[in-house]
């Protein structure tokens, strides 16, 4: 037993030292990419994986926002527009050791995101169904989303004066608007579920 418990131990020190890197990743200058056509908002409130989440335009206004179902370990969330029109259904099926994160789009477009993003600081990840690239800090929400022609879509950013862990969401491609929202909400579920889970650990030991 005191061996598990100082394995365990070790792991909680390496895996505090992994997130304090990401940190400090998440500062660095993620590639810029010029004005972009205009920025929206979003909040991350880790600690609640039910909280509802906003993509707000710069006057604030809700453009966005999701309806998640009350059982957790279904995984489903809605993304609504303004009108209440579903753009996305996100969903999350454990495979394995990890698990795999499915959205589908309104139009029917699915695509898929595992939790693996988050074993990797500073590194490049496709979304193979749509030819696309995550590059950047996933764990700190700072990364370039680029096309299948290497041409950013969006870049995603701490707002350098934000109290409430603000993030920007600066677009390049608006016609893409529905598709980066979905990604970038399913990225903070994810984080939350993340923080729920280690949460958890410590309150069980």
Known sequence: ?????DLKKLGEAVSGEINKTADDFSKTTIEDYGTPEYTLYTALKLGDIHSRINITDEAENVKYYTKSSI??????????????NVIAHLEKKPISLHEIHYVTMADGTHFTLSNELF???DDITRIDELGWQLRGNFIGLTFNLLDENDEPIAT????????????CIDMYQPQLEPFVVAIVIQLEKMLEARQENQSN????E
């Not at 037993?1 to 418990?5: E, P, T």
């Not at 650990?201 to 069980?204: S, T, W």
């Open 71 to 84: 059982i957790a370990i279904k995984g489903k969330t809605d993304i609504m527009d303004a009108g209440g």
């Open 119 to 121: 074993h990797i600081v």
């Open 201 to 204: 650990n410590h309150n069980h």
């Open 156 to 167: 995603v950013r701490k707002q350098v004066v934000s109290i409430h862990n603000k993030y």
């Open 1 to 5: 037993m005191g061996f598990l418990s």
